[in-house]
């Protein structure tokens, strides 16, 4: 027997049987990147490849921020961002228009314009003029108080400027109430009464009102009356100093206080026990 006999080779009952040729279209598929992936989508009914790719699997990061809100609460959210960027334009514009020159939209709308920015939102440019401030400005008050047995009493005088210099000392972050609130309520004041303390303007009863209102405020965070008793009238009055001249200089600068007294303020119901405002 050679090689060529058919009996020289294995029984071709223990072949492997073999299917039938794949067409060359399917051979050529399974030839290409990809057909792995093709071939089991095909073989497991029910699976999408889609879906694979839309899941954790694939990478995607979850939204965050208003992109992770329900469609509601994004328009919520969008109104709430509108709203604000409104109210600081207006604020801005506000402002701006009353430290700008004299112009068309403040000669129509100056009265409007003043009711917004005071007393709250005035704006002092001193800091930037030629000759700034060259003295200690303190405001101080006293009280008529009936205690809670019905004495009746006047206080001490109060400095209530020393206090919020205590407050800011060493305070790295102090508050504008703290810095500006009493200082600029004094200015207001001033600046819309004459030496005699008469009202020079339209603005001179507003002024008064909001500074009588800040001393009564602190006398009563203070209990200047004690416990149960009620502040009956205030006095406020500012003390005035220059400040030193520098060791080098030879201007002579007075170091005597000036005192400015207010008349007495009487209070009605309404500006006491914390209902001042």
């Excluded at 039938?20 to 992936?37: F, T, V, Y």
């Excluded at 093709?38 to 979850?62: S, T």
């Amino acid at each position: 027997m050679n090689a060529y006999d058919g009996g020289a080779g294995p029984p071709r009952e223990a072949e492997a049987p073999r299917g039938p040729e794949a067409p060359a279209e399917q051979q050529l598929r399974d030839d290409l990147p990809g057909a792995r992936i093709e071939a089991a989508r095909d073989d497991l009914p029910g699976v999408r490849l889609g879906a694979v790719q839309d899941g954790p699997e694939a990478g995607a990061e979850p939204r965050g921020g208003v992109a992770a809100l329900s469609p509601r609460y994004q328009v919520v959210a969008a109104l709430a961002l509108a709203v604000v960027a409104v109210a600081v334009c207006v604020h801005v514009g506000m402002v701006f228009l009353h430290v700008a020159p004299s112009n068309t939209v403040t000669k129509a709308h100056g009265k409007a314009i003043d009711e917004y920015v005071y007393p709250e939102f005035e704006q002092n440019w001193k800091l930037f003029a030629p000759n700034p401030l060259q003295q200690n400005i303190a405001v101080q008050v006293r009280a008529d108080v009936r205690t809670a047995d019905g004495t009746a009493r006047t206080t001490g005088w109060f400095d209530l400027s020393a206090q919020d210099g205590r407050a800011i000392d060493g305070n790295l972050v102090p508050s504008h109430t703290q810095q500006n609130e009493l200082r600029r309520a004094w200015d207001f004041y001033v600046g819309s009464h004459d030496s005699d303390n008469r009202s020079a303007g339209p603005r001179g009863t507003l002024a008064e009102t909001y500074l009588r209102n800040i001393v009564v405020l602190r006398l009563e965070r203070g209990e200047a009356a004690g416990r149960g008793g009620t502040i009956e009238r205030v006095q406020v009055r500012s003390r005035t100093t220059n400040v030193p001249a520098p060791s080098w200089s030879t201007d002579k600068v007075s170091s005597k206080p000036v005192y400015r007294v207010l008349p007495w303020w009487p209070l009605a119901a309404g500006d006491t026990e914390g209902d001042a405002r």
